[in-house]
């Protein structure tokens, strides 16, 4: 019954903000213990409902009118930049139990948040959290072990919010990866041809490009589509 009252509080708040202008591509994913619900909502920014919790990530103001969504059971920030971090959506969606995950550089404009740090795993809301190296290997935006991305399992399906990263080696350590969400912009993440390496690497049988930009995303399903076992899903998100 509770997962059906979370799931009906994320269609009224779609329909709320689709009156509002707003609205946002969302997709489910099946699992072991029933439906994982995506909600592309824009840029870096996602939600999850899953067993009747609700998961915010990087929710920014910029991008969704936070008072008309779900209050969110468990939210993960990835960094401390302004299109990834905004306390006062952080506030709009926070209840009594919300449980925050931060990277260190995220303590001072949210002194609630627990820290992880890259390598950590953890549970948070009956879910596996797992955070791991998110930098810049070319540019200086994004210095190693400042930012986290993070590896959720949801019963029997795990995914990957990458976070503002490029192909690192690290992504070779990453396996059963069902869902990855790959950030692609120069000059701050990858190029187009980066992130197409970078699923390859990582092998997810579901590709998001996310924080798009202008990026080429028709050039990326051409890199792809000889990628066999790798769906690339192309949503709004730039």
């Not at 592309?40 to 939600?47: A, D, E, V």
């Not at 969504?69 to 401390?80: F, N, Q, W, Y």
């Not at 930049?81 to 905004?86: A, I, K």
């Not at 996310?210 to 792809?224: E, I, P, Q, R």
């Amino acid at each position: 019954m509770k997962t059906i009252f979370k799931f009906g509080l994320l269609a009224s708040a779609a329909l709320a903000l689709i009156s509002l202008g707003w609205s946002f591509q969302e997709d489910i994913i099946k699992t072991s213990k029933g439906d994982l619900k995506i909600t592309c909502i824009r840029h870096g920014t996602l939600m999850f409902g899953f067993d009747g919790k609700i998961i915010h990530v990087d929710p920014v103001g910029q991008f969704a009118d936070y008072s008309a969504l779900p209050k969110a059971d468990l939210i993960l920030i990835t960094h401390e930049h302004g299109d990834h971090l905004d306390p006062k959506a952080v506030a709009a969606i926070t209840k009594p139990g919300t449980e925050i995950v931060a990277s260190e550089s995220c303590k001072a404009a949210l002194p609630a948040a627990v820290v992880m740090k890259n390598g950590e795993t953890k549970i948070f809301q009956g879910i596996k959290i797992e955070a791991v190296p998110a930098y810049n290997l070319t540019a200086v935006f994004h210095p190693k072990g400042r930012g986290n991305g993070y590896v959720l399992t949801f019963a029997d399906k795990r995914v990957y919010v990458a976070g503002d990263t490029e192909n690192i080696p690290e992504l070779a350590a990453l396996k059963d990866i069902d869902v990855a969400f790959l950030p692609m912009n120069l000059p701050y993440t990858m190029s187009v041809e980066m992130a197409a390496a970078a699923a390859k690497v990582v092998r997810p049988k579901i590709f998001y490009p996310y924080h798009f930009g202008n990026s080429d995303t028709a050039k990326l399903v051409a890199l792809m589509k000889d990628e066999k076992g790798i769906e690339v899903r192309v949503r709004d998100m730039k």
